[in-house]
């Protein structure tokens, strides 16, 4: 099952009282039909709608996760009327979120085993902004006075290679160990440059399981499942490596979506290398991620990749960019530093300086650069500053010493 958020304009339409801050999700495997779902309840909200592309029933802490994460479920019952309604009853049975089905028939017997199965609403197409309204109105009155806090999905990191070799699993390995240590938060790391990426490599862990492991068992892939295939890094950082030997396997983007669904339900932090793989950025690993961090270099064929990433994927209201240039040495720079800015339209953010020596013991000793001290590692450390809000404690001890000595 996939899972994204959409805004649609709600100007059409007065908000209705009460349902402002719903969550709805909706279920379908059309997508035109969850794109016409969609839009009839942002009309009538001007929330965010989550969609999931499968009812995949049967999926373990599915019902539940649907549960928790949304006060308003809405279930397409033409494409697979059976597991339609079999969902509906698992959620019912879970909790407090107002089950809503829609259809093109209006079959009275239809009608009947929906409500029986724990529907609270039946819609029919096409939709009728007022009865949608009236619906959600009548959603928003059954939640509870005082409500559980729901369960935020976790902050996605994404790191984007704009050419092999341009160091993106270096720095999403490094980024991932410091952010698990200085914010104190659940995290892990997903390794989804496959089928050949090596994040376990730079951390020196093995693992008997991968990511494939998780897209291959997607249709029972839950929080119990993920947690099994999980490895734990001593710093802390949970990983969900690569696989060790080559394994010939296409992912798809439901698959993905879903682990990424699961991951964050479960995590508050969520880093994902990309590598340089195209196709990941027409999944959530992209349209979801709190930031995206191209890793890019100041030579021609990485500043020319990363103009045309960024004119393709980041010229419009996309998720949050940031340029990272990586081996930056400013003194022997075949290129300037305002034709940098001008290739990649805007300036970078981070700029990673060239030490080879570190990045080689790291690769030789296995140990994460920010877990010692060196130029690298200030700068990524400073990279999870940013994100967590806290201030660099390795970088405050360098300077006291610094100070203490010079006076």
Same mark, same amino acid.
């Given at each position: 099952?996939?899972?994204?958020?959409?805004?649609?304009?709600?100007?059409?339409?007065?908000?209705?009282?009460?349902?402002?801050?719903?969550?709805?999700?909706?279920?379908?495997?059309?997508?035109?039909?969850?794109?016409?779902?969609?839009?009839?309840?942002?009309?009538?909200?001007?929330?965010?709608?989550?969609?999931?592309?499968?009812?995949?029933?049967?999926?373990?802490?599915?019902?539940?996760?649907?549960?928790?994460?949304?006060?308003?479920?809405?279930?397409?019952?033409?494409?697979?009327?059976?597991?339609?309604?079999?969902?509906?009853?698992?959620?019912?049975?879970?909790?407090?979120?107002?089950?809503?089905?829609?259809? =093109? +028939? !209006?079959?009275?017997? %239809? @009608?009947?085993?929906?409500?029986?199965?724990?529907?609270?609403?039946? *819609?029919? $197409?096409?939709?009728?902004?007022?009865?949608?309204?009236?619906?959600?109105?009548?959603?928003?009155?059954?939640?509870?006075?005082?409500?559980?806090?729901?369960?935020?999905?976790?902050?996605?990191?994404?790191?984007?290679?704009?050419?092999?070799?341009?160091?993106?699993?270096?720095?999403?390995?490094?980024?991932?160990?410091?952010?698990?240590? =200085? +914010? !104190?938060?659940?995290? %892990? @790391?997903?390794?989804?440059?496959?089928?050949?990426?090596?994040?376990? *490599?730079? $951390?020196?862990?093995?693992?008997?399981?991968?990511?494939?492991?998780?897209?291959?068992?997607?249709?029972?892939?839950?929080?119990?499942?993920?947690?099994?295939?999980?490895?734990?890094?001593?710093?802390?950082?949970?990983?969900?490596?690569?696989?060790?030997?080559?394994?010939?396997?296409?992912?798809?983007?439901?698959?993905?979506?879903?682990?990424?669904?699961?991951?964050?339900?479960?995590?508050?932090?969520?880093?994902?290398?990309?590598?340089?793989?195209?196709?990941?950025?027409?999944?959530?690993?992209?349209?979801?991620?709190?930031?995206?961090?191209?890793?890019?270099?100041?030579?021609?064929?990485?500043?020319?990749?990363?103009?045309?990433?960024?004119?393709?994927?980041?010229?419009?209201?996309?998720?949050?960019?940031?340029?990272?240039?990586?081996?930056?040495?400013?003194?022997?720079?075949?290129?300037?530093?305002?034709?940098?800015?001008?290739?990649?339209?805007?300036?970078?953010?981070?700029?990673?300086?060239?030490?080879?020596?570190?990045?080689?013991?790291?690769?030789?000793?296995?140990?994460?650069?920010?877990?010692?001290?060196?130029?690298?590692?200030?700068?990524?450390?400073?990279?999870?500053?940013?994100?967590?809000?806290?201030?660099?404690?390795?970088?405050?001890?360098?300077?006291?010493?610094?100070?203490?000595?010079?006076?």
């Amino acid at each position: 099952m996939a899972a994204n958020s959409s805004p649609y304009s709600a100007n059409q339409f007065p908000d209705p009282i009460g349902v402002e801050d719903l969550s709805i999700a909706v279920i379908s495997r059309s997508e035109e039909r969850r794109l016409e779902a969609m839009q009839a309840m942002s009309r009538c909200t001007g929330a965010y709608v989550s969609e999931y592309s499968n009812y995949t029933p049967g999926t373990g802490d599915l019902p539940t996760t649907l549960d928790e994460d949304h006060d308003v479920i809405v279930i397409d019952l033409d494409g697979d009327a059976e597991a339609a309604l079999e969902l509906v009853e698992n959620i019912g049975a879970n909790g407090a979120a107002t089950v809503m089905v829609y259809s =093109e +028939s !209006s079959d009275p017997e %239809l @009608l009947v085993r929906c409500m029986r199965a724990g529907a609270r609403e039946f *819609l029919t $197409l096409p939709f009728s902004p007022d009865v949608v309204a009236e619906a959600l109105v009548r959603a928003a009155a059954r939640r509870p006075t005082t409500q559980p806090a729901k369960k935020t999905a976790g902050k996605l990191y994404a790191f984007m290679g704009s050419k092999g070799g341009a160091g993106t699993t270096m720095l999403a390995c490094n980024f991932a160990v410091a952010l698990a240590k =200085e +914010s !104190s938060e659940k995290t %892990l @790391l997903i390794d989804l440059d496959l089928p050949l990426g090596d994040a376990a *490599l730079n $951390l020196g862990i093995t693992a008997e399981f991968s990511a494939i492991d998780a897209l291959q068992q997607v249709d029972r892939l839950d929080a119990k499942l993920l947690e099994q295939i999980l490895v734990k890094h001593s710093s802390g950082l949970w990983v969900l490596a690569a696989p060790g030997r080559f394994i010939q396997f296409q992912a798809d983007s439901d698959g993905i979506n879903r682990l990424l669904q699961v991951a964050r339900h479960e995590f508050d932090n969520v880093v994902v290398d990309m590598g340089s793989r195209l196709e990941l950025m027409g999944t959530t690993a992209y349209r979801d991620a709190t930031t995206v961090y191209l890793v890019t270099q100041a030579s021609i064929p990485e500043l020319r990749n990363s103009n045309r990433l960024i004119t393709q994927f980041f010229s419009g209201p996309q998720p949050k960019l940031e340029v990272v240039i990586n081996r930056f040495e400013s003194r022997v720079l075949g290129v300037s530093e305002e034709h940098i800015t001008k290739a990649l339209t805007r300036a970078a953010q981070w700029k990673i300086p060239n030490d080879y020596p570190s990045v080689r013991n790291m690769q030789i000793s296995a140990k994460p650069l920010v877990l010692t001290d060196s130029a690298i590692s200030r700068q990524v450390r400073q990279m999870v500053s940013a994100v967590t809000g806290k201030s660099d404690t390795g970088a405050k001890k360098k300077k006291a010493f610094s100070l203490s000595l010079f006076g």
